[in-house]
């Protein structure tokens, strides 16, 4: 089974905090994806990787930044954190992100105040 | 840009109720399409996806969904809900000609049944 994690499921911080979310998959695979999920909104891509220390612009990129230092290993930057970035984050990966879906981690619950 | 758009925000059903929740996209060439599913607490796992051939494609859980090319819908059906099918679902599409593979999602359905 295919398994994602992510660092929290809850976090709190203050604006203007640098935040850092991270997530892990163990399936050996090359693409990785940051959404922010929002009531009425759905799954808003932020970032995509396809290989390690390469990294793609989604939908949503402002405010946001990633690293992919390890292929496993695909973090989110909130360099200074604002009230409009309180949101439930969802980490994805897949081998072949033409050909397969994507596996899903638990989310992390932000609340920035 | 493409989009994906769920009519349905909020479902309420009795147990044994059937259900059709509707999706439809606004890409003309080919696409992948995924419906989605994230139980209280849980994951987001996958339900059922279609990407070529038979146009109707059966998913776990009993669900089933229906690719209509001419209409661009993908609507996701089950004959009899259960208590346990409440959660959220979310209808997800993939240009097949993208360079990206990127997954554009809907603003998801949320089902509540009631026992």
């Known amino acids: 089974d295919v398994k994602v994690t992510q660092s929290s499921r809850y976090l709190v911080k203050r604006t203007g905090e640098k935040v850092f979310l991270e997530c892990v998959q163990d399936m050996d695979h090359e693409n990785m994806f940051w959404y922010r999920q929002d009531p009425g909104l759905g799954l808003r891509l932020i970032y995509f990787s396809y290989d390690v220390k390469m990294k793609e612009k989604g939908d949503i990129p402002e405010g946001y930044s990633v690293s992919r230092e390890k292929k496993e290993r695909f973090s989110l930057i909130l360099e200074s954190a604002s009230t409009n970035q309180t949101s439930m984050y969802l980490c994805?990966?897949?081998?072949?992100?033409?050909?397969?879906?994507?596996?899903f981690g638990p989310g992390t619950r932000l609340t920035v105040t | 840009a493409q989009s994906v758009s769920q009519h349905n925000h909020h479902v309420i059903l009795s147990e044994a109720a059937s259900l059709e929740l509707g999706c439809n996209y606004s890409y003309g060439g080919t696409v992948n399409l995924f419906w989605y599913v994230q139980y209280p607490g849980q994951h987001l796992q996958l339900l059922l996806k279609?990407?070529?051939?038979?146009?109707l494609v059966k998913g776990i859980k009993g669900f089933e969904a229906e690719f209509i090319k001419s209409k661009f819908s993908f609507n996701l059906r089950k004959p009899s809900v259960q208590w346990s099918d409440t959660a959220e679902y979310f209808c997800?599409?993939?240009?097949?000609?993208?360079?990206?593979?990127?997954?554009?999602f809907g603003q998801g359905t949320t089902l509540q049944v009631k026992p």
């Open positions: 997800a599409v993939r240009d097949g000609s993208s360079n990206t593979g990127k997954l554009i």
């Open positions: 994805a990966s897949t081998h072949d992100r033409f050909l397969h879906e994507q596996y």
């Open positions: 279609y990407f070529s051939g038979d146009p």
